[in-house]
């Protein structure tokens, strides 16, 4: 399976993922229309939230607009997506994504630019066994 893993030790807050992330999918530097989020955990830690592709959302979906590729990503079909925001709603870790200037959830689809554009390698697209 293909995921983001995350080094949150490694993590200086700089936000370089999140804009990378929000300008490749809707070309603005938005936090609120990334993929991926950052949280403050105390003074000098930060959480890095991306999807686990654990596909809890694809179970969810009435409109079967979810699925999982052959490298174990879960992909939205956007032709099939109703914007019911079920998968939203399911997801355990709170990484499918919704915005109110978005008419389809969206989320991690361990794409990668993230990682090549993270400053402190705290970000790598790994292939793990399911």
Known sequence: MKVL???????????????????????????????????????????LSVCNQCGTCVEAC?????????????????KLCSGCYVCVDACPTNNMRMH??????????ACGLCARECPADALEVVKEDN
Not at 20 to 37: H, R, T, V, W
């Open 62 to 78: 009435p409109a079967e607009a979810l699925s999982i590729t052959k490298q174990g990503v879960v992909m939205i079909n956007k």
């Open 100 to 109: 109110p200037e978005v008419i389809l959830p969206f989320k991690c689809i």
């Open 5 to 47: 893993k995350t080094y949150e030790e490694k993590c200086i807050s700089c936000s370089t993922c999140v804009t990378a992330c929000s300008n490749l999918y809707f070309k603005e530097d938005d936090p609120e229309k990334s993929c991926i989020e950052l949280f403050p955990q105390g003074k000098d830690n930060f959480k």
